[in-house]
Protein backbone atom coordinates (compact mmCIF):
# COMPACT_ATOMS: atom_id res chain seq x y z
CA UNK A 1 0.00 0.00 0.00
CA UNK A 2 2.51 2.01 0.67
CA UNK A 3 4.38 1.69 -2.39
CA UNK A 4 1.03 2.65 -4.48
CA UNK A 5 0.84 5.75 -2.13
CA UNK A 6 4.01 6.87 -2.65
CA UNK A 7 4.28 6.20 -6.27
CA UNK A 8 0.75 8.18 -6.99
CA UNK A 9 1.87 11.52 -5.07
CA UNK A 10 5.48 11.16 -7.02
CA UNK A 11 3.51 11.07 -10.44
CA UNK A 12 1.49 13.86 -8.99
CA UNK A 13 4.66 15.76 -8.23
CA UNK A 14 5.88 15.16 -11.44
CA UNK A 15 2.80 16.01 -13.76
CA UNK A 16 3.52 20.07 -11.55
CA UNK A 17 7.25 19.78 -12.96
CA UNK A 18 7.63 23.27 -14.48
CA UNK A 19 9.52 26.55 -14.78
CA UNK A 20 7.87 27.97 -11.43
CA UNK A 21 8.84 24.75 -10.02
CA UNK A 22 12.54 24.60 -10.57
CA UNK A 23 12.81 28.07 -9.78
CA UNK A 24 11.26 27.99 -6.51
CA UNK A 25 13.08 24.38 -5.54
CA UNK A 26 16.29 26.50 -6.21
CA UNK A 27 15.22 29.80 -4.08
CA UNK A 28 14.78 27.13 -1.11
CA UNK A 29 18.76 26.49 -1.20
CA UNK A 30 20.03 29.78 -0.93
CA UNK A 31 22.72 30.70 1.05
CA UNK A 32 23.72 27.07 1.50
CA UNK A 33 27.71 26.82 1.44
CA UNK A 34 29.35 25.56 -1.71
CA UNK A 35 32.06 22.89 -1.31
CA UNK A 36 33.85 21.68 -4.90
CA UNK A 37 33.17 18.72 -6.23
CA UNK A 38 30.43 17.79 -2.78
CA UNK A 39 26.76 16.65 -3.75
CA UNK A 40 25.68 16.84 0.50
CA UNK A 41 22.54 18.41 1.54
CA UNK A 42 23.57 21.83 3.16
CA UNK A 43 27.24 22.03 0.81
CA UNK A 44 27.38 21.37 -2.64
CA UNK A 45 29.08 22.22 -6.31
CA UNK A 46 27.08 23.86 -8.76
CA UNK A 47 26.30 20.76 -10.80
CA UNK A 48 25.37 18.93 -8.00
CA UNK A 49 23.42 21.96 -6.93
CA UNK A 50 21.55 21.58 -10.98
CA UNK A 51 20.66 18.21 -10.37
CA UNK A 52 19.18 18.08 -7.05
CA UNK A 53 17.18 21.08 -8.02
CA UNK A 54 15.68 19.23 -11.46
CA UNK A 55 15.62 16.11 -9.11
CA UNK A 56 13.29 17.53 -7.01
CA UNK A 57 10.76 18.76 -9.55
CA UNK A 58 10.85 14.54 -11.57
CA UNK A 59 13.60 15.16 -13.99
CA UNK A 60 16.88 13.69 -13.18
CA UNK A 61 20.60 14.85 -14.70
CA UNK A 62 23.91 13.74 -15.01
CA UNK A 63 26.27 15.21 -12.14
CA UNK A 64 29.06 17.11 -13.78
CA UNK A 65 28.76 20.39 -15.69
CA UNK A 66 30.55 19.01 -18.53
CA UNK A 67 27.68 15.93 -18.93
CA UNK A 68 25.01 18.67 -17.72
CA UNK A 69 26.25 20.92 -21.19
CA UNK A 70 25.09 17.85 -23.61
CA UNK A 71 21.31 17.59 -21.84
CA UNK A 72 18.36 19.69 -23.61
CA UNK A 73 18.23 21.17 -26.79
CA UNK A 74 20.23 25.04 -27.30
CA UNK A 75 18.21 28.63 -26.80
CA UNK A 76 19.87 31.78 -27.47
CA UNK A 77 20.25 34.18 -24.65
CA UNK A 78 16.97 36.01 -26.57
CA UNK A 79 15.23 32.96 -25.62
CA UNK A 80 15.96 32.54 -21.98
CA UNK A 81 13.04 30.71 -19.90
CA UNK A 82 12.77 30.57 -16.14
CA UNK A 83 14.51 27.01 -15.89
CA UNK A 84 16.65 27.27 -18.72
CA UNK A 85 20.47 26.44 -17.50
CA UNK A 86 23.60 28.54 -18.38
CA UNK A 87 26.80 27.44 -18.82
CA UNK A 88 30.03 29.40 -18.53
CA UNK A 89 33.96 28.70 -18.74
CA UNK A 90 35.32 29.94 -15.27
CA UNK A 91 38.30 27.68 -14.11
CA UNK A 92 39.01 25.28 -17.23
CA UNK A 93 38.46 25.75 -21.16
CA UNK A 94 34.52 24.41 -21.77
CA UNK A 95 31.62 24.48 -19.45
CA UNK A 96 32.74 24.36 -15.60
CA UNK A 97 29.99 26.44 -14.28
CA UNK A 98 26.47 26.03 -14.70
CA UNK A 99 23.20 28.14 -13.53
CA UNK A 100 19.74 28.15 -13.48
CA UNK A 101 18.00 31.13 -15.39
CA UNK A 102 15.05 32.55 -13.41
CA UNK A 103 13.46 35.41 -14.93
CA UNK A 104 14.65 39.02 -15.63
CA UNK A 105 18.38 38.57 -16.34
CA UNK A 106 18.85 36.51 -12.94
CA UNK A 107 20.34 33.08 -12.02
CA UNK A 108 20.85 31.18 -9.22
CA UNK A 109 23.80 29.04 -8.99
CA UNK A 110 25.91 27.61 -6.31
CA UNK A 111 28.74 30.36 -5.90
CA UNK A 112 32.70 29.32 -4.87
CA UNK A 113 32.25 32.71 -2.57
CA UNK A 114 29.28 32.93 -1.52
CA UNK A 115 26.90 29.85 -1.60
CA UNK A 116 23.72 29.33 -3.43
CA UNK A 117 23.05 32.87 -4.46
CA UNK A 118 21.47 34.83 -7.34
CA UNK A 119 23.54 36.76 -10.12
CA UNK A 120 23.20 39.05 -12.99
CA UNK A 121 24.12 37.28 -16.26
CA UNK A 122 25.08 40.55 -17.62
CA UNK A 123 27.42 41.00 -14.72
CA UNK A 124 30.74 41.33 -16.41
CA UNK A 125 32.30 38.78 -14.82
CA UNK A 126 29.86 35.89 -15.70
CA UNK A 127 28.90 37.47 -19.42
CA UNK A 128 32.64 37.17 -20.34
CA UNK A 129 32.44 34.17 -18.78
CA UNK A 130 28.92 32.55 -20.78
CA UNK A 131 29.64 29.85 -23.40
CA UNK A 132 25.54 28.61 -24.10
CA UNK A 133 22.47 27.87 -22.23
CA UNK A 134 20.09 24.65 -23.23
CA UNK A 135 16.22 24.06 -22.36
CA UNK A 136 15.52 21.23 -20.19
CA UNK A 137 11.75 21.60 -19.53
CA UNK A 138 9.29 20.96 -22.00
CA UNK A 139 11.98 20.23 -25.03
CA UNK A 140 15.01 17.79 -23.42
CA UNK A 141 15.21 13.91 -25.00
CA UNK A 142 17.94 13.18 -23.48
CA UNK A 143 16.97 14.42 -20.22
CA UNK A 144 15.50 11.61 -18.01
CA UNK A 145 12.37 11.91 -16.59
CA UNK A 146 11.86 9.35 -13.52
CA UNK A 147 8.80 6.68 -13.58
CA UNK A 148 7.55 6.34 -16.97
CA UNK A 149 9.46 9.77 -18.74
CA UNK A 150 6.76 11.62 -18.06
CA UNK A 151 7.26 15.11 -19.52
CA UNK A 152 6.54 17.87 -17.41
CA UNK A 153 4.31 20.93 -17.98
CA UNK A 154 5.84 24.25 -18.53
CA UNK A 155 3.08 26.62 -17.09
CA UNK A 156 4.40 29.81 -17.76
CA UNK A 157 2.28 32.09 -15.56
CA UNK A 158 0.71 35.15 -17.71
CA UNK A 159 -0.04 37.15 -14.56
CA UNK A 160 1.51 38.85 -11.78
CA UNK A 161 5.40 38.01 -11.62
CA UNK A 162 5.31 36.40 -8.22
CA UNK A 163 8.87 34.52 -9.15
CA UNK A 164 10.53 37.98 -9.47
CA UNK A 165 9.12 39.31 -6.34
CA UNK A 166 10.78 36.30 -4.71
CA UNK A 167 13.73 36.58 -6.40
CA UNK A 168 14.09 40.60 -5.59
CA UNK A 169 12.93 39.80 -1.58
CA UNK A 170 15.74 36.74 -1.38
CA UNK A 171 18.28 38.88 -3.05
CA UNK A 172 18.28 41.58 -1.31
CA UNK A 173 18.31 40.28 1.96
CA UNK A 174 21.30 40.54 3.92
Same mark, same amino acid.
Given at each position: ?30 ? =? ?5 ? +???? =?????? @????? @? ?31 ? @? ?15 ? +? ?23 ? =? ?23 ? +? ?12 ? @? ?6
Amino acid at each position: MRGGVLGLLLGFSLSLASSEGVVLTALTYME =RPYRFGA +NELY =RMDCSA @FVQRV @FEVNGIKLPRSTAEQASVGTLVSLSELKPGDLL @FYSTYKKGPSHVGIYIG +NGKMVHASERTGITVSYIEDPYWHR =RFLFARRVLGSAPLAQREHGERRPT +NGVSHGKDEIADLV @FILSTKR
